[in-house]
């Protein structure tokens, strides 16, 4: 463990949230978190968005006496089946163990009697794992209110791709997944068959934020030891002496931190394509995004907007 | 140019998100009137709507106030739909209007909201919350796989028959409450991994809510629609001092005659379209229906509780047979209810808890709007458009203006609850019969009758957005089940209607 990292221990802890959804891509995710999480001070939170019952969708009666009695049977609801399953992949691979010690709590939320429910794992070093059954209008609102009240460094959402969006439930489909990445104020990881080995893809642009975005990929990369390649797209054949400029400063900036680059490449044509191909190579698409309203999207970073949609794997939007 | 689409698209769906986005949990910056309206956009969108339909000049033929119960229900249905307010909240303004906009007496406002469908309503969902309190459930779904051995596609076709004839007297909702358990423990006894059952699942959830669905039309105390659409004809045609109209206060077993035998047509449809278009993993569920049968046997046999549950029921639906005609459904759903609490099979607290009240007053306050668009001479007015638009496409009468309004009530129901899109359109579609010469009674049928193919959407009946709950579903699903669902009732309502109805002279 290098210095940075034990005197991050020290400090506050490195607050992960993972939105939980039953589906493979948020369990996917959940193992990213692990590994981000492991080995140094982080605290994971594990978060399923139920949508606040309708009162004229069931016609009156209460959509609890529906759950009751599916509870009274013995069965789990869908919400609880996911977040069990999400515990035991963390007992599986390590990271939580039976012995941490748990605290249950309960918040009131106008609207539904269910309310919030989380169950709080503490293990002795302080180290925290948390479960979270949130009531909400929508998945996204919920997941958004979640990240900025708590102040997360990294939200980790699994995604669907338009047409093969699988809306059971809570499953985030893409849109939700886009707009969760489009109006986080924090960084945001969309998780789409996220693999663990194959390092980050950090693409920059040359503006100041893409800069920011390198360091605090080289934050979490260390964290989770995973290699980083640095990544540009020219224009044209002129741009590449810059855009060699824009790699070395990049570069630089993460050594400084004490961390290494495992490489970097320089392609011509159009980013957004080059990117999506390049990306599918590597476990993350790293891009550096500020969360801009209306039309000033359309004069700055559509590109991430247009690599989100098309990406065949997952992207980080770091802020 | 896609790439400025795609820009623009990204633009826009941020500019909406923010403008609807709910309520926050807590204050967390920007305080003042701005966090106050934070999810509050379809509530302000609706208002402005409304004062700008308000100060548009009066259109011909309707008189102001007719005009305003238009405006208040264009606003009132999108409140409905959007629900960017508490619903209770949405009825409440439409009373507070009633008075303030149409110049209402406040009392008569006030009685307005309560009526035998209103009661109706009431006591249906108390007696839905006592019945599913009495566990009764476990007892049926040893019925279920007793009557259909371990076949699936029998299984399938049990739950339908049995959900469906629970849901022709009891209402759907209570229904498919209880029917939910059955069929997620046959599916996770069968399997614990969603992808291994994905058929079966959809097969058992959906034989649940369309049994339900087509059921809930064949009796008036089915559903709340039934009781709002006897209450329109008893309120806009019946007049003590002329015989001729006695015929439209139906009492249950009129009603039943003419709407029971659609039900008994679309089960074996409806089961054959289900397991057309799901056709479960495993022919046989063998080993779940073992595990079944042996969870259920250690309940023993039946106690007190259990006959007492029966006797009430039985004697509530002899009850609606009877006396429906004379003292109405409402008191004698309320009589049931009132029985539960009596006897103890309920306490208060489980029926106050469960029953959301303020649907109950959202039901009565829509159903006041649809007597006031009578009153005022809105709902003929719009009925004259309506035919006048129709008889362009020569559909101005007969099977074409039945197809129009199943095609019209199909559509809002498909958006909102059936029971407000029969308060909402009701009135209009009895004096769409008036303006073309067809029986209200006919139309109304239809209007009542369609309002139950909300095949399309998880919110279009209580059943689906039940079934929807168990995390088994995709949105999807409904579709692909519900325009083939859609479809067969249609025809067979059509069928009806040309064909049966005059029998019983319709």
Known sequence: MNEDVKKENNTKPFKILVCIDGTDDSYRGLRYAARIGSGANADITLLYVRKIDKELNTG????????????????????????????????????LDEDWGSKTSHTEIQGDPL??????????????????????QSPELGILDESELGSYDITIVSSSKPGEADDKAMRFSGSISQIVATESKNTVIVANSLEENHGHLLCLSGSASS?????????IARRCYCPIYLYCVAKNE?????KQIILDKARKIIEKMGYGVSGEKIDVGDPVECIVEEGSKYSLIVLSGERKKGFRRFFKSSVVYRVLRSAHNSVMISR | MRFVGLTLYHSAQSLMFNLMRGMRRRNTGSGGIIQLLHGRGWFVMALVIGAGLLNLPTPEGLTDQGYAVLVMSIVATI???????????????IIVTEVVLLGVNPNDAAKSIMSDSVLFIMGSLMLAVSIVKQKLDKRIAFFIVKMTGTNTANICVGITIVSGFMASVIGEHTVAAMMLPVAITLIRLTSEDPKEVRRLAAALLFSISCGCAIAGISTPSGGARNAIMIGFW?????????????????????????????????LPLTSYIILKVFPPEYNSLNRAVVKLRAQLAEQGKMDVGDWSTIAILFITLVGWITMSGTIGLGIIALLGAIAFLVVGLV???DINTNVNWGVVLLYGAAISLGVQMKDTGAAIWLADKFITLLSNIGAESGVGLWLSVSALTTAVTNMMSNGAAVAMLGPVA????????????????????????AYLTVVGTPACTIVYASGYLKASDFLAVGWRMLIMSTTVLMLFAYFYWPVLGL
Request: glycine share 4%; hydrophobic share 45%.
């Open chain 1, 115 to 136: 309310g919030d429910n989380s169950v709080e794992y503490t293990s002795q070093s302080g180290r925290k794992v948390i479960l979270k059954l949130m009531v909400a």
């Open chain 2, 430 to 453: 009895l004096k769409m019969a008036a303006v073309s010469g067809e029986s209200p009674l006919l139309m109304g049928y239809i209007t009542a009758i369609s309002s139950s193919f």
């Open chain 2, 79 to 93: 409140l409905f739909v959007t629900e960017p307010i508490p619903l209770p909240a949405v009825a409440l303004l």
């Open chain 1, 60 to 95: 009156g009666l209460d959509m609890r006496l529906a759950r009751e009695n599916m509870l009274n049977w013995g069965l789990d609801l869908p919400s609880t089946t996911a977040l069990k399953r999400a515990h035991d992949l963390l007992i599986e691979i390590g990271y």
């Open chain 1, 238 to 242: 002129d741009e590449i002496p810059h």
């Open chain 2, 347 to 349: 306490k208060w607290d």
């Open chain 1, 211 to 219: 800069f920011r975005a390198a360091q605090r990929d080289a934050l």
């Open chain 2, 234 to 266: 008893s309120e806009f045609y019946y007049d003590p001092l002329n015989p001729d109209t006695f015929k439209y206060l139906i009492d249950y077993v009129s009603w039943a005659l003419y709407c029971f035998p659609i039900f008994l047509v679309q």
